[in-house]
T-cell receptor, first 114, second 117 residues
Framework: DAKTTQPNSMESNEEEPVHLPCNHSTISGTDYIHWYRQLPSQGPEYVIHGLTSNVNNRMASLAIAEDRKSSTLILHRATLRDAAVYYCILRDGRSNFGNEKLTFGTGTRLTIIP | GAVVSQHPSRVICKSGTSVKIECRSLDFQATTMFWYRQFPKQSLMLMATSNEGSKATYEQGVEKDKFLINHASLTLSTLTVTSAHPEDSSFYIC?????????????FGEGSRLTVL
């Protein structure tokens, strides 16, 4: 499986934008970039995913480098509820959608400062 | 969005007993569910892939006779921890994807915290 590298932890002030980086230098052409987050004592929650183009949804934006070797999850205005561990995961797009699995790394623990 | 529910959310049992954890997809059908385990301060580790109507596929190092998985319907998968020991104490999380779905999104349950005394 292609590996991702994320900082262990980050801090951000409340109501400011947060940029969470992820390096995936060994990404293959068919790998999708997925982001999930896990709040304390809860299961992970889907945030966003993309392949080549930047993506936006109601939770966040995903900026993907032109060479796809890195990406950045952007929270436009952090709130205290965004404090969580954020996981950047690569998923092989060639796999059957129903049977592929996600391999979680260590993620980035985001702390929001009031 | 789709909802995956786990039960129980917390369970405490004595060493040597068996514990069953249920994972249900409440408003969608899931041909495949995944079971993860998470120890404190660590990431999620995939234990097995549960396929409806067939045997589960276990990850390397996971004992299939100890962690029994049954996926009898499109909305229910169960994980039974047999002869539990204190080292099995962990946070167990299931996930599912919409049958035939192609959004790439996995829906996770809220997790079940097992404590073995």
């Amino acid at each position: 499986d292609a590996k991702t590298t994320q900082p262990n932890s980050m801090e951000s002030n409340e109501e400011e934008p947060v940029h969470l980086p992820c390096n995936h230098s060994t990404i293959s052409g068919t790998d999708y970039i997925h982001w999930y987050r896990q709040l304390p004592s809860q299961g992970p929650e889907y945030v966003i995913h993309g392949l080549t183009s930047n993506v936006n949804n109601r939770m966040a934006s995903l900026a993907i480098a032109e060479d796809r070797k890195s990406s950045t999850l952007i929270l436009h205005r952090a709130t205290l509820r965004d404090a969580a561990v954020y996981y950047c995961i690569l998923r092989d797009g060639r796999s059957n959608f129903g049977n592929e699995k996600l391999t979680f790394g260590t993620g980035t623990r985001l702390t929001i400062i009031p | 969005g789709a909802v995956v529910s786990q039960h129980p959310s917390r369970v405490i049992c004595k060493s040597g007993t068996s514990v069953k954890i249920e994972c249900r997809s409440l408003d969608f059908q899931a041909t495949t569910m995944f079971w993860y385990r998470q120890f404190p301060k660590q990431s999620l580790m995939l234990m097995a892939t549960s396929n409806e109507g067939s045997k589960a596929t276990y990850e390397q190092g996971v004992e299939k006779d100890k962690f029994l998985i049954n996926h009898a319907s499109l909305t229910l998968s169960t994980l039974t921890v047999t002869s539990a020991h204190p080292e099995d104490s962990s946070f167990y999380i299931c996930s599912a994807r919409l049958a035939g779905g192609n959004t790439g999104e996995l829906f996770f349950g809220e997790g079940s915290r097992l404590t073995v005394l």
